[in-house]
Structure formats: C-alpha cells, structure tokens
C-alpha cells in the first residue's frame, strides 16, 4: 500500500497539479500495488505518520498566505516528522516557494516560511511563463533531462551547499539568474515546474514512487510502456530547441 498525502487540494490546484497525483497513483496502480490519496486542507494537525509521499502543489498569493497561516499552526510538526520518518515531498511553484525560510508576496508582504529547507523567495520584476527544460544531475534519471512550464514571478535563491533539482537548458528556473531550478533536500523536492509535471516524466515519477516505498521495503517495481508519455517529454525539448 502506497499512501500519498496531498497537501490543500482545493486551495492549491490552480496548474492542474491534480495531474500529478493521478500519474503517481496510476503508475503505482498498474504495478499491482494499491494507493490510498488523503486530501488534507484548512484544520486541524493530521496525523501524517504512515504517509509515504506528501504532494503540494501551487497557487496564487492570497491563497498561500491562507495556507501558510494553516500550515505554520498546524502542519509543520506532523510534515517534519514524516520527512524524518522516511516520507517523500514534492513541491510545486507555491508549495516549493513556502519550504523556505521565508517568502515575499508581490506587495511586499514578508510570510516566515516552514524552514524545510534553505530557501527564500523575494517577487521579481517580470513573469516567467513558458516551457522549460532542466538536466538533472546525482539522480541517475534516464533520460536526464525533465520538461515542465513554467508561470511565477517569484525568485527563489537556494543557501550554502544546497543543489538544485536541475540546470537549466531552456527556461528561467528558480530566479533567471544563477541557471539553477527547484530543490533536492534529502526526501525534499521543490520545483517550479508544472505542466503537469509528472504526466510528462514518467521516469520522474518512478524515481519519486520507488524513493517513497522504500521505507516500506523492498517491492516488485516492473517497466511500464512509457511510449506516450516519453513523446510528449521529447515533444517539448524540440518545441523550444533543447534536442532529443
């Protein structure tokens, strides 16, 4: 059993992030391995300590200021507890951007982030929308490369000793600035990619499931034919001149 928690569903769905949870719960599904998806919003703490991956997707300013709000009163200790318990975390856009230590909303309004890892984001001038295209490195994903879109103005610098999820090929990436994009802190992802990002990296996708199963043992994970899905991943990369 798979168990996946997606973080404020409601409020934080506005890329069609949704999409992402559909590919890990599918993947995982056609494998034979069963999947149980909590939909965790505004309230109470939840208990988070038989989650296995713990997914948080984007959303618009007012929206997060809504959610940190929640998540500093009550979610921050249960997340933590699951990243030490062995958990996986995939954040996108807003959930990556409130990891941090602390985020800048575009009126110039300072939100203490959740301190999961050593990031900030201050707004930028200009809005980065678009297709992109990232080479990861140290993750042993083949291809290497992941493809996403990209829609924030939001810059995100990474602290001393932290790497990137990837380099960016084509695109901004985190500030437009430094060629780097999202997070790799131990069982912690952050990214600006949607798209949504998964449907589009399968390889991605198995990489996050097998990491999340781990702390469960050892489990039969079989190839599945990615055809449909590498070509719409290659589809991209020639759109914007990044090759094959």
Wanted: glycine share 14%; charged share 25%.
């Amino acid at each position: 059993m798979l168990r996946i928690a997606h973080l404020y569903a409601d409020e934080m769905n506005i890329y069609g992030d949704r999409g992402n949870i559909l590919t890990l719960q599918k993947r995982a599904e056609w494998r034979g391995i069963p999947v149980e998806v909590r939909a965790i919003g505004r309230g109470p703490a939840p208990d988070l300590s038989d989650i296995d991956l713990i997914f948080w997707g984007g959303g618009q300013d007012r929206d997060q200021e809504l959610v940190f709000t929640d998540a500093a009163a009550h979610k921050v200790e249960a997340i933590r507890q699951a990243i030490d318990g062995g958990a996986v975390v995939l954040a996108v856009c807003g959930g990556y951007q409130l990891l941090g230590e602390y985020y800048v909303t575009a009126d110039g309004k300072k939100l203490p982030g959740l301190a999961l890892a050593d990031l900030h984001t201050v707004p930028g001038a200009r809005r980065n929308i678009g297709n992109i295209v990232i080479e990861t490195s140290d993750l042993g994903l083949q291809p290497a490369t992941l493809v996403g879109f990209e829609n924030h103005s939001g810059k995100t610098y990474l602290g001393p000793g932290l790497r990137p999820l990837g380099r960016v090929i084509r695109g901004a990436g985190n500030n437009g600035e430094d060629a780097t994009e999202g997070v790799v802190a131990g069982n912690v992802f952050g990214t600006y990619l949607h798209g949504s990002l998964l449907p589009k990296n399968p390889h991605f996708a198995d990489f996050l499931l097998r990491r999340a199963l781990q702390r469960r043992g050892p489990v039969r994970f079989d190839p599945l034919d990615d055809t449909m899905e590498m070509a719409a991943h290659n589809s991209i990369r020639e759109r914007i001149g990044a090759g094959r």
